[in-house]
């Protein structure tokens, strides 16, 4: 009713009331935590006058889908072709059309680009910038001197945001030793849709029978991209050592690993939520560059106990609910999964339970929904 009169004392006034708009930048709309966080923002929605729109520095994104059929704006760039420079002058252009209050941008590319079409637009007076920051102490000799230049540049330029954002602890403390300098930070951990991710006794009857797994097997689910930051190895040797456990290796290229007894290599999928309702742990064997692994939350979401290596903020994420082990360390990985496999079922089950009420309490989608719609109102404000 609030708002209701509000509007209407507006209209009288002759005076037009609109949303906030809030353009979020993304590297991309590929699968990855990142970009489910933005997904899942940006279709959210619990958050009345805040009007979301997506711009991507590359085009055909998994996501892209579902952020159109929720309704959400959605403008595609080619950012890798030789035509880059115009692309930011296209982006430019976008922002001076949607006139946005606020440009949010996501990992490190979309960080420098947002920065510099907001710029080009001539609207940086009129219009907060917020950066995202979304990992932890990445290995850069792992990846190519092009991404080592813009994690570099954005310190550089990390002055020049109104707020810098981070999804973890970690990830803000290992930045500002890499010499980002914001001049002011908040962290927000990724949300999880409770709704979406859940216990499911249909799925996991339904899927453990179609992947050929007996009711009774104990099931781990590592859902992670292949990258080497995820560090699959670890974990493929660590399974070795314990006969009784199978494990769903779910993500983009992980069809091309070693075949193995008692793994199944699943590519990417788009139904995870019930490939996690049919396992019984999830695990992170991630060696660096974590912030907050969202595949562990939603397995936690979904009532599993989960097993994680001490990357990014884990130990904050899983709290007393599972085991945390050191990185790159197979040895200690295979003992925590013999010690998960040998507890009764109903002290897992307690694990489980336990695991998605602290993601329910502590790491719900609507409380980050909330703090970043807060985020922005201030910043509009001011």
Not at 11 to 39: K, P
Not at 263 to 291: K, N, W
Not at 350 to 360: D, K, S, V
Request: positive net charge.
């Amino acid at each position: 009713m609030a708002g209701a009169h509000v509007s209407s004392v507006a209209a009288a006034l002759g005076v037009t009331t609109r949303s906030l708009r809030v353009l979020h930048v993304t590297t991309d709309l590929d699968i990855g935590g990142a970009e489910n966080m933005l997904a899942s923002l940006a279709t959210k929605r619990g958050e009345p006058g805040v009007e979301h729109m997506v711009a991507s520095l590359v085009p055909n994104g998994a996501l892209a889908p579902r952020l159109r059929a929720a309704g959400v704006a959605v403008w595609e760039f080619n950012f890798r072709s030789l035509a880059a420079p115009l692309e930011v002058v296209r982006l430019a252009g976008l922002i001076r059309r949607a006139s946005p209050d606020v440009v949010q941008g996501w990992m490190y590319h979309g960080n420098l680009a947002a920065s510099l079409a907001l710029v080009l637009s001539r609207r940086r007076a009129r219009t907060a910038l917020v950066w995202g920051l979304r990992c932890s102490d990445m290995d850069l000799s792992q990846y190519t001197a092009q991404l080592r230049f813009v994690v570099r540049a954005g310190a550089a330029l990390s002055r020049g945001p109104d707020v810098v954002t981070a999804n973890s602890d970690a990830g803000l403390a290992w930045h500002l030793k890499l010499g980002y300098r914001p001049r002011r930070t908040l962290v927000v951990p990724n949300g999880i849709d409770i709704d979406r991710f859940q216990p499911d006794e249909r799925a996991r009857e339904t899927i453990r029978r179609s992947l050929g797994l007996g009711s009774d097997a104990f099931v781990l689910a590592h859902v992670a991209r292949l990258d080497p930051m995820k560090d699959h190895q670890t974990f493929l040797a660590a399974i070795r050592s314990v006969p009784g456990a199978h494990a769903l290796l779910v993500g983009a290229g992980t069809e091309r690993l070693p075949d193995q007894p008692r793994i199944l290599r699943l590519g990417h999928r788009d139904d995870i939520p019930r490939l996690l309702a049919a396992s019984d742990a999830v695990v992170s064997s991630s060696a660096y560059g974590e912030g907050f692994c969202t595949a562990l939350a939603e397995g936690m979401a979904c009532g599993l106990p989960a097993l994680a290596t001490e990357v990014g903020d884990a130990r904050k994420i899983l709290g007393e609910t599972g085991y945390v082990v050191p990185p790159r360390d197979r040895g200690a990985l295979g003992d925590a999964i013999k010690k998960l496999l040998g507890e009764a079922r109903h002290v897992r089950v307690a694990r489980g339970r336990a695991a998605r009420e602290r993601i329910a309490t502590q790491f719900s989608l609507e409380a980050a929904e909330r703090r970043f719609a807060d985020l922005y109102r201030s910043l509009a404000g001011a």
